[in-house]
T-cell receptor
Framework: GAVVSQHPSWVICKSGTSVKIECRSLDFQATTMFWYRQFPKQSLMLMAT?????????EQGVEKDKFLINHASLTLSTLTVTSAHPEDSSFYIC???????????FGPGTRLLVL | RKEVEQDPGPFNVPEGATVAFNCTYSNSASQSFFWYRQDCRKEPKLLMSVYSSGNEDGRFTAQLNRASQYISLLIRDSKLSDSATYLCVVNSNASGAGSYQLTFGKGTKLSVIP
């Protein structure tokens, strides 16, 4: 399957700081990438859909000013958690849409811990 | 009604057993169906797509019943390494190319016991 990387894999930060997470599709061009969040023992919840060259589409209940998404190229999307708070601590996973297989390949995820 | 519903689990089975996972989806316009596997504290990984005619990949068999909006996954001769959470996933995009948004079930945890 396709390869998607995510960086960093772990982040520990103080409350109030901003954290940037990068998602890259390494062997294919992804016009669409997705950002998910998963709390312990919960299912993946889609936060937003990121389209190259246009604004992201956010799911209901997700604050677009808090979770800034930029999809500047066909291989890179970034998620910035602004002014992070302890309740933002979670497992953030990106995925890239594979148009041929009509499915998504996931990055390894980023664990964020806000103290 | 939840969009994608799965057996709550967990399933604890001995090595060599056959185990079946069931899933139902609510959107009759759904186009594509998948089973993903997620190991503890890892990202989901595509296990297999599910085709209308049913498909098999080694010890894994997936079935789709569009009339009943039901998907299944059968694992034969289960191995210790099969222990994971199995996610039923549906692509409900009905408008063709351009959107591949997936809806995930909550997953069913499988533990294969020696």
């Amino acid at each position: 399957g396709a390869v998607v990387s995510q960086h960093p894999s772990w982040v520990i930060c103080k409350s109030g700081t901003s954290v940037k997470i990068e998602c890259r599709s390494l062997d294919f061009q992804a016009t669409t990438m997705f950002w998910y969040r998963q709390f312990p023992k919960q299912s993946l919840m889609l936060m937003a859909t990121s389209n190259e060259g246009s604004k992201a589409t956010y799911e209901q209940g997700v604050e677009k000013d808090k979770f800034l998404i930029n999809h500047a190229s066909l291989t890179l999307s970034t998620l910035t958690v602004t002014s992070a708070h302890p309740e933002d601590s979670s497992f953030y996973i990106c995925s890239a849409a594979d148009l041929l297989e009509e499915t998504q390949y996931f990055g390894p995820g980023t664990r964020l811990l806000v103290l | 009604r939840k969009e994608v519903e799965q057996d709550p689990g967990p399933f604890n089975v001995p090595e060599g057993a056959t185990v079946a996972f069931n899933c139902t989806y609510s959107n009759s316009a759904s186009q594509s169906f998948f089973w993903y596997r997620q190991d503890c504290r890892k990202e989901p990984k595509l296990l297999m797509s599910v085709y209308s005619s049913g498909n098999e990949d080694g010890r894994f068999t997936a079935q789709l019943n569009r009339a009943s909006q039901y998907i299944s996954l059968l694992i034969r001769d289960s191995k210790l390494s099969d222990s994971a959470t199995y996610l039923c996933v549906v692509n409900s995009n009905a408008s063709g190319a351009g959107s591949y948004q997936l809806t995930f079930g909550k997953g069913t945890k499988l533990s294969v016991i020696p």
